[in-house]
């Protein structure tokens, strides 16, 4: 890995109860000091006892979103990362509770570049890079018209629009 990434010596929370995963993300981020955890009660100790630069969360078998509510709370950026709920409304929850992205586990060699954008970023949102980046993936898992079907999405879109217009 190389020495100038943007995660070298930054901490970084991961969770989730599949300890491959665990691992993969640990390997991914090795310039960076990453805690991990595979439950939601670790994971809620660590949250509420050391400062995180970027915190990554599964959705099912940890209780994510309640996770991410006490991420935001805590003021760190979040992002999802998930295989199981990978759908429309798991998204739209996340997009709601605060997180920053949300990335399919089938697309975790793409986790470094997504969290340099966030510290980068110095944490915003990165959803006009996510729906950039990932829209025709999950336009091929949801169906071309998903976000159509959802005002919320139509809406969301076109706030983040705007927001980068202004």
Known sequence: MSNDSALK???ILVVD???????TVADELD?????KA?????ALQYLLGYTYDVVILDIMGVNGFELLKTAVERGFPALMLTAHALTPEALKKSIKLGAVSF???ERISDLQEFLEEVVLGKGRPLW?????KLGGYFNKRFGPDWKERDQFFKDFEESLKKSEQG
């Open 9 to 11: 010596d930054k901490v």
């Open 17 to 23: 109860d599949e300890p491959d995963v665990l691992e």
């Open 31 to 35: 310039m960076a000091i990453v805690h």
């Open 38 to 42: 595979k439950n939601y009660d670790t």
């Open 103 to 105: 990335l399919p586990k």
């Open 128 to 132: 006009i890079k996510f729906f950039d």
